[in-house]
C-alpha cells in the first residue's frame, strides 16, 4: 500500500473541516458556524474527484442546492464498483468537543463526521491520490458517490442515485456503503415505514366535558391496540439473523390547554420490517388496526413521502452472508459478517447492485455523541480492505 497512516489522518480532518450538517439538524450552533448543508462538501470533492483524474464527475442537485456528487475511476475491467458515503452529519448542538476542528490527537481524528461517515470517503481520496502517483487503476471501474440526506429527511441522495444510474443503463456489480460497523461487512439490516395517526374530536370548555369529544382519551385504544400488535410480532418465529419486526409509538401531541378538551391527537408510530415483510403492507395494517380501535374519526398518513409506484417503506436489506464480497471484506479486515440494528442508505439500494454490503471504520456506539473522532488505525485497515477489494494494479 503507497498510502501512509498521516495520509489518511490528514485526508479525513480535511474533510471534517468543511462541515455539512444535515439541515434538519441545523441549530444555532452550526448556523453561527455556516456549517448547514451538504454543498460546500460536495463541491470539494468534486474538485478533488477531478484532481484525481476521474473520468467524469457530476454534482447532481437533489433538493435545495444539496447535490449528491459522483466520481467515475476507469477501471481494468468492466465491471462496476460503487461506493456510497453519506456527506451529511448529524447535529453539532450538544458537542462538547470543537465539532469542526479535525484536529489529529491521541492517533485519532476528531470532529463531527470523522467517524459517521467522513472516513471512508476520506480514505477512498487518499487512496486514488496514491494511485494517481503510482499510475495504478483499480480492477473494478469505480464510481465514488457522496450522497446528502441520509441521517434525515428521507435517504433523498440514495434515492436520487438509483434512477440517476438506471437512466446510464450501469449495471453495479458489486456496492459498499459507507457507515461504521466496526469493520465487519454488513448483510443485513431492518427496514420500516413510519406513520402518523391522528385522532379527531370536539373541542368543549373541562368544565362540560361532555359537550366536547376527547381526542386524547379516543387515542387510549390505539396505543392499546398497537402495543397488542408489537407482541404479535414478538410471538412470530425469526425468519434471519435479524430476528423479528417491532412495533413503536415515539411521540405523541395533543391538547392546548388545561381547561380546553382536546380536539387532536397525534400519534407517531415506527415499524421495523424485517425480510419477507411488505412494509406498504404494514403501513396498511396498522392503519386498519388504528381505525379500527379509534372510537372517533382518524387521519392516517405517512411520514415519508411514497416511493416511485406509491408505496410507503423501505423493504429490509438482507443477502447471505456467504457472498464473495462479504467473504472479502471480512476476509480483508478480519471481521465476521453481521447484521445491524440500525438502517442506511442500503434501504434504497434493493436490487440495485449484484452484490451489496455496508461496511466502514468505527462503530455506530461512537456515533452522533457529543464527541466524535476515528482511530486512525482503523482507518489504516479500511484502506487496506479497499486495495485488497478494489486491487489497484
Ligand atoms: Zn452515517
Known sequence: MDVTADELAASVAELVRIPSVNPLHAGPVARAADAVGERPLAE??????????????????????????????????DRLAVVDVHLDTVTVEHMTDPPFDGRIEDDR??????????????????????????????????LVVGSIAEEAGGLLGATQLRPWADARGLEIDQMVVAEPTRLAPIHGHKGGTSLRVTSIGRAAHSALPHLGENAIDA??????????????LQSEPPTTELGTGTLSVTTIRAGSGGNVIPDRCTIGVGRRTV???????????????????CPLPTEIESVYPPDADGRYGAAAFYQPADTPLIRLLAGAAGTAPAVAPFGTNALRYGGFARELAVFGPGSIDDAHQATEC????????????????????
Do not use: C
Not at 474538485?47 to 467515475?72: H, I, K, T
Open 219 to 232: 387515542m387510549m385504544p390505539v396505543v392499546a391496540a398497537l402495543q397488542a400488535e408489537h407482541r404479535r
Open 374 to 393: 476515528v482511530a486512525i488505525a482503523d482507518l489504516v485497515t479500511t484502506a487496506e480492505v479497499y486495495e485488497a477489494w478494489l486491487d489497484p494494479a
Open 109 to 142: 481524528v476528531w470532529g463531527r463526521g470523522a467517524l459517521d461517515t467522513k472516513a471512508t470517503m476520506g480514505v477512498l481520496l487518499a487512496l486514488l491520490e496514491s494511485w494517481r502517483r503510482t499510475g495504478a487503476r483499480p480492477e473494478p471501474t469505480l
Open 44 to 77: 470539494h470533492v468534486a474538485g478533488e474527484l477531478e484532481q484525481l483524474g476521474a473520468s467524469e464527475v457530476v454534482l447532481d442537485d437533489v433538493v435545495d442546492g444539496r447535490p449528491n456528487v459522483y466520481g467515475f475511476f476507469q477501471g481494468r475491467s
Open 275 to 293: 425480510p419477507g415483510e411488505d412494509p406498504h403492507e404494514e403501513f396498511e395494517r396498522i392503519a386498519a388496526i388504528a381505525r379500527a380501535a
